[in-house]
């Protein structure tokens, strides 16, 4: 992958592979009570095939911060972001505003944008005309440490 900094995301482009990808058990993994052995049909899985519907628009960029932990973004998650999705309410976007980039559930209500966060000890942002704004991208996947 090849980074480029910002103040507040790391982004990250695919890189071509040739890699086979992960093995994949398609069986199901309980996670009630173990389930009895079965024959397992063992596949090779590629993350960037599930995750990256256009490589030339996807990104990954780490989330730095807490506002959008209501949502399940966490410090140091990794956002998979594709800029060729059109911004819709509700959706969670990556945008640049006022000079610094930052990842919010986008609400738009007659006719106006806000950038509304996942954690109450932090503010919805009202976008005015005097904002430097931009939608930068849609955020598609999380891909979390646990």
């Known amino acids: 992958m090849i980074a480029n900094e910002s103040n507040s995301l790391t982004f990250f482009t695919p890189e071509a592979s040739d890699a086979l990808g992960a093995v994949f058990f398609d069986t199901g ?9 079965e024959d ?3 596949q090779r899985l590629s993350l960037d095939k599930e995750l990256v ?6 990104f990954f960029a780490r989330v730095s ?4 932990i209501g949502a399940g973004l966490e410090d140091n998650d990794l956002l998979v ?5 059109e911004p ?3 959706r969670i ?4 505003l006022d000079g610094e980039f930052t990842v919010k559930r986008l609400r738009v209500e007659q006719g106006e944008i806000w950038l509304k966060p996942e954690n109450p000890n932090y503010p919805i942002i009202k976008i005015t005309e005097e904002n430097e704004f931009i939608i930068w991208g849609i955020v598609t996947n999380v891909i979390k440490k646990v």
């Open 29 to 37: 993994i309980s996670c009630g009570f173990p389930a009895p052995a």
């Open 40 to 42: 397992f049909n063992e």
């Open 53 to 58: 519907r256009n490589r030339e628009t996807t």
């Open 65 to 68: 911060g807490q506002s959008m």
């Open 81 to 85: 972001i594709d800029r060729s999705l």
């Open 88 to 90: 819709q309410n509700n």
């Open 93 to 96: 976007a990556v945008c640049f």
